[in-house]
């Protein structure tokens, strides 16, 4: 079956008739259809779309936007099994995690169509007598929007309904391994009454995101996917003067002292680890325990991770699936040799899985490896997939301080019972999220989300701070004196 372009409220062929096919990462005998290979050609008609559309849009009074947002969530609440079942089959993760990612777009839907009323701006006192300063929040124009695939909904909905709250168009490049739900996201779009023009999506890879980028028309580019693609984005960002938000990877760390209800950190590792096969960006990839309780604590750890049942999403018994492709199958399988030669020590896991059915899907063991040392790969690099890194600390600061020794800077959680550890760890922590006694991965959708170093370039998506992606202020000076008055000048000589 072949899928489409969506364009102008049109559903489009590519113009080159070229094409790719998206298969089930669980049982690479699926195929789920066939999506366009779409190049600059077909940008060009998104962007004009999206420019023509920008006008209108923009000038519809954005608690009537609001309204429009808010009804998406609902059919997004409406489709939410059936949009569940299809993000599984494409991408692997199971039906519980499919459905929090539809749940975190109902939240960001229902959230942005609230901000509506407020997108608040400033008013000031002027420094003249007569004059009134104000300022607001203007939209940008055409946004490019370009995603990763692991969460085919969630981190979409976080820029494209705030974005679509400020009065932006938008052409959106989804993921070419998570093709179809894009598709359905643009259903919904349509369904809700986003008038034709305002939402786009042009599939394809990375010719057709980097046509994306340098198209003149495209104001703004936001970006979540690969620290590697998201740094090359932002050098032609850079030489183009666009506005670029960027989302990229994570090596998240976990402390665990001697203090912490161990089994409650149990329970928060292995979900922040092996929780979406660990192709998270807030996956807990880093493991640092107290040396009180280092021993007994890998010991609890072994036993549960080698007990997970991994299969296929679209089976309920299901807790870890597949991870995304053959060439992300072959990157995990290097890691853990690379890990291997350094000398880490693999207490678990380290196999490809190919009992039964699980022969013609992409399934890993749960890996840990233990007494990795900071100057390892496997603990540095991101390899985004089911291998923890564990290592051991001699005191929190010490716990604090390997933390720290990271490039990335994007989540990070404490077991601990005490409140001086906690409050020191929220302090000292470098990262833009930190989770006190729970795991690393839990965003919720009101709140900013991002990261520092090598995972982010200053933007916050989430909550408020979206806003500042995806607006522009506007400052007014409103002078009702009847005269000439003149700034800094007259105020001075007065
Ligand atoms: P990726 O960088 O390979 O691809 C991301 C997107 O960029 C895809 O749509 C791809 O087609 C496009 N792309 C690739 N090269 C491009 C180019 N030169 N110009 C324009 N577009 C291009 O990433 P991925 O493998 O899809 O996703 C995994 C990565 O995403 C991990 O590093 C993960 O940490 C990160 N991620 C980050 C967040 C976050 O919020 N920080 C969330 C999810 C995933």
Redesign the pocket.
Known sequence: MRFLNYIAGQWVPPHHDRWFANINPADTRDEIGQFPLSDAADLERAVRAAADAFGQWSRIPAPQRGELIRRAGDIFHRRKEELAAIMTREMGKPLFETRGDIQEAIDTAYYSATETRRLFGHTTPSELPNKMNLSFRMPIGVCGI??????PIA?PSWKIFPALAAGNTIVW?????APHSANIFAEILQEAGIPSGVFNVVH???E???A??EHPSVRLIA????????K??AQRCGALNKKVSL????KNAVIIMDDANLELALDGVLWGAFGTTG???TATSRLILHAPIHDRFLEMLTERASKLRIGPGLDPATQMGPVINQRQLEKILGYIAIGTAEGARLITGGNRLTRGELEHGFFLEPTIFADVTPTMRIWRE?I?GPVLSVTRADSFEHAIALANDSDYG?SSAIYTGSVEYAFAAMRDIEAGITYINAPTIGAEAHMP???IKN??NGHR?GGWTVFDIFTEWKTVYVDFSGRLQRAQIDTQSA
């Open positions: 370009i995603t990763a695939w692991n969460f981190v490049k989804p993921s070419d391994d394809g890879n990375a057709a995101g980097s994306l980028v970006f979540t996917g690969s620290t590697a693609t998201g090359q984005i989302e990229m990877g994570g192709q998270r960006c991101e985004f994007l989300f991002g990261g995972t982010g998506e």
